[in-house]
């Protein structure tokens, strides 16, 4: 489902963020990207979302060179990336049911069935009796939730987390990972990057190292 | 199109939220509106004036004073069949005399002082509406002059001359001024816009986070340019239509603008904020 090889990128500013890296994630693997801070954990997940190019190498989401798209063929690969960040990244001035609409009407459904679709998402999520509120009446928790409901509103087949506990107390970051486990085994491929090691531990999946920009115990074929 | 719905919603509620900046954005254009309506108002009441004088223009041909009634039957007959004359009315000098005290009765004592009737027969002619550009009648006037026993040929030539001239220059200084004040309300809109923009650049995040093409993140912001620039427009209209309104009170003849000037100057405001919008809107699409 996602595939690098070979990848660099230094930005304008001459940091070297990732240095030859190669990985694979397969299908409905659930995966945690772990590292210290400014390890490369983030610019690895803006190169599967194309915010940002490769300086080298090859980064292939389903079977697409992501490099090799064009700028407006961009929002159609995202399309089938969810993404839930640290800070949740939801729209204050919206209703929780109108942020997880966002990418439903993007994509042109009818109302009835953004309505629909959202509510279904949110009652995976646990919070359809929150629709109405707006982010900023809930917990930090549930707007967690909303973000994920958002991710995972057109159902993609891949969901990125960046640090998404972090800002979150242990009880709910365990919720939370719980609520990414019953995602992938919808299916989903889902990367969290995380450098919280305790959760890591006590969820048993694939661990993918990342130190100073590079992959020391990754193997690829 | 299946997104108008959404983009249309958008703009209104962008609208209704952008409080002091919007109302300045808004402000601008008025201004910008309002000038260039007072310089259409103007070119299209002189034009008016011009065009109504022009239907009425007609040419006083003086003979020579001692031309009599038979000479005066044979220059009339040639006057007549001149290219671009309509009729040839004759005004004998005793007519002559009588529209002259008709014209300044306080005068007439000095008319009859004198032993004989100063004034010469003349031909009034009227000339056909093809033939009433200055440089026709210009034309149309040589040709009466050269006429053997015609004395001279009056007509308002250099007042309707001027009065075209100017007509041209309120036209184009209209127009200039008009560019330059639509330029600055694009560079107004585009700041103003710009601040609105920059304080919902996480919306903007967001959105092509989720997927959103540039379109789709452009369209409401163009949407609040157009409302904005079209209120701006409707405000000016609504000011001019007042200001032409009031100079009416005081018995100034002016006309208020055609449709076609209003619907069009309505239209250009709309596009100049829609201009601005989009413009703005571009420096943050780049996630």
């Known amino acids: 489902m996602i595939k ?117 998402v949110l009652t995976v999520v646990g919070l359809a009796q929150r629709k109405d509120a707006r982010p900023m009446e809930l917990s930090g928790g549930e707007q967690q939730r909303v973000a994920i409901a958002r991710a995972i509103a057109l159902d993609p087949a891949i969901l990125l987390a960046d640090e998404p506990t ?20 919808r299916g989903t491929a889902v990367v969290i990057a995380t450098h919280n090691y305790d959760v890591v531990k006590k969820m048993d999946a694939r661990v993918i190292k990342i130190i100073r920009g590079e992959l020391p115990e990754e193997a690829v074929a | 199109m299946k997104h108008l719905g959404f983009f249309a919603r958008e703009a ?37 004036i011009y065009e109504e004088l022009r239907s009425e223009l007609y040419v006083d041909v003086y003979l020579a004073y001692e031309t009599d009634e038979a000479q005066a039957q044979v220059i009339g007959d040639h006057l007549g069949r001149l290219a671009g004359v309509s009729r040839a009315d004759y005004i004998s000098r005793e007519a002559a005399a009588e529209e002259f005290v008709g014209l300044f009765p306080e005068d007439k004592e000095l008319l009859e002082a004198l032993s004989e009737n100063p004034l010469p027969a ?35 030539q250099e007042w309707l001359a001027n009065l075209e001239r100017a007509a041209k220059v309120v036209g184009v200084v ?4 008009g560019g330059v004040l639509g330029a600055a309300a694009i560079l107004v809109v585009m700041s103003t816009i710009g601040l609105a923009v920059y304080a919902r650049r996480d919306t903007i995040e967001v959105m092509k986070i989720v997927g959103a093409t540039d379109g789709f993140v452009r369209a409401p912001f163009i949407g609040e340019g157009l409302i904005i620039g079209l209120l701006g427009g409707l405000v000016a209209l609504a000011a001019l239509y007042g200001g032409v309104e009031f100079l009416r009170t005081y018995h100034v003849e002016v006309h208020f603008l055609p449709a076609s000037y209003w619907a069009g100057g309505l239209a250009l405001a709309g596009l100049a904020g829609a201009i601005g919008s989009a413009a703005a809107v571009r420096r943050f699409l780049k996630v």
Do not use: C
């Not at chain 2, 009466?144 to 007509?155: C, F, L, P, R, S």
């Not at chain 2, 209209?174 to 001024?177: C, H, I, N, P, S």
């Open chain 1, 4 to 120: 690098m090889r070979g990848v660099t990128k230094i930005y304008d500013n001459g940091v070297v963020a990732l240095h030859d890296v190669s990985v694979d994630v397969a299908k409905g693997e659930l995966a945690f990207l772990t590292g210290p801070s400014g390890a490369g954990k983030s610019t690895l997940l803006k190169l599967i979302t194309a915010e940002e190019p490769p300086t080298e190498g090859l980064v292939e989401i389903a079977g697409h060179d992501v490099g090799a798209l064009r700028r407006r063929e961009v929002p159609y690969l995202r399309r089938r990336i969810g993404v839930v960040f640290q800070d949740f990244r939801l729209l204050n001035e919206r209703t929780v049911l109108e942020n997880v609409m966002l990418p439903l009407t993007i994509l042109g459904l009818a109302p009835a069935e953004q309505r629909r679709r959202a509510l279904q």
């Open chain 1, 166 to 185: 972090g800002n979150l107390d242990p009880d709910i970051t365990w919720h939370i990972m719980k609520l990414f486990r019953l995602i992938n085994a």
């Open chain 2, 12 to 48: 209104l509620k962008n609208v209704g939220r952008g409080g002091i900046l919007t109302a300045a954005a808004i402000l601008a254009v008025t201004f910008a509106a309002l000038i260039g309506g007072i310089f259409a108002t103007a070119y299209v009441n002189l034009r008016t």
């Open chain 2, 122 to 156: 003349s031909y009034r002619l009227y000339l056909r509406p093809e033939y009433d550009t200055p440089e026709e009648v210009a034309a149309i006037v040589e040709q009466v002059v050269a006429v053997e026993g015609v004395d001279d040929a009056v007509y308002a």
């Open chain 2, 174 to 177: 209209g127009a200039a001024v």
